[in-house]
């Protein structure tokens, strides 16, 4: 079966640091595109970047740009998403995806809270 | 970067109802369109790509047609199940954009 599963939720103070996953199995990982997409509570879905963990290839949305790191390794099948500081308004739900022309495999999410 | 517009925001309809729902690309994006479903605390979902082909599971009340900036999304007997927000985006080249979504109810 074709899956991701992403890391535990988190809870962290403004400008902490955070690295997130997900990890991919029942496919070739370094295949596939892996897309992460934000979604603010009570908002839509924001494309935030996505990265090719065969060569490490990464594009970023203009509004993540700078913002976040994502990165890959695909000795363990995983992708990352991290921050070096966060920030209240980094609060949200963040998901990744498969890219097989669009994103046909999601991850469950991983909810991050930031709050003092 | 190409904008995607989605219309209605939101809409209510009745069991049996055909629902149609709208996107539109600032420019034009081939048929590189997918739409997903969000049903209520739930994980996105892709219920068509390529503007018109149906993933894999999906019924076959939903529907989707277009190409280059006008795109549809039809479903064509609302079932209770189907209650959900439908985001459209583009993927024919970064940024994947969203649309803002739709959010669909039973009257």
């Known amino acids: 079966e074709v899956q991701l599963v992403q890391s535990g939720a988190e809870v962290k103070k403004p400008g902490e640091s955070l690295k997130i996953s997900c990890k991919g199995s029942g496919y070739t990982f370094t295949k596939y595109w892996i897309a992460w997409v934000r979604q603010m509570p009570g908002k839509g879905l924001e494309w935030m970047g996505i990265?090719?963990?065969?060569?490490?290839?990464?594009r970023y949305s203009p509004s993540f740009e700078g913002q976040v790191t994502i990165s890959a390794d695909k000795s363990i099948s995983t992708a990352y998403l991290q921050w070096s500081s966060l920030k209240a308004s980094d609060t949200a739900m963040y998901y990744c995806?498969?890219?097989?022309?669009?994103?046909?495999?999601w991850g469950q999410g991983t909810t991050v809270t930031v709050s003092s | 970067d190409i904008q995607m517009t989605q219309s209605p925001s939101s809409l209510s309809a009745s069991v049996g109802d055909r629902v149609t729902i709208t996107c539109r690309a600032s420019?034009?994006?081939?048929?590189?369109l997918a739409w997903y479903q969000q049903k209520p605390g739930k994980v996105p979902n892709l219920l068509i790509y390529a503007a018109s082909t149906l993933q894999s599971g999906v019924p076959s009340r939903f529907s989707g047609s277009g190409s280059d900036t006008d795109f549809t999304l039809t479903i064509s007997s609302l079932q209770p199940e189907d209650v959900a927000t439908y985001y459209c985006?583009?993927?024919?080249?970064?940024?994947?954009?969203f649309g803002q979504g739709t959010k669909v109810e039973i009257k």
């Open positions: 420019q034009g994006i081939s048929n590189y």
């Open positions: 990265i090719y963990p065969g060569d490490s290839d990464t």
């Open positions: 995806a498969r890219l097989g022309g669009a994103m046909d495999v």
């Open positions: 985006q583009k993927y024919n080249s970064a940024p994947w954009t």
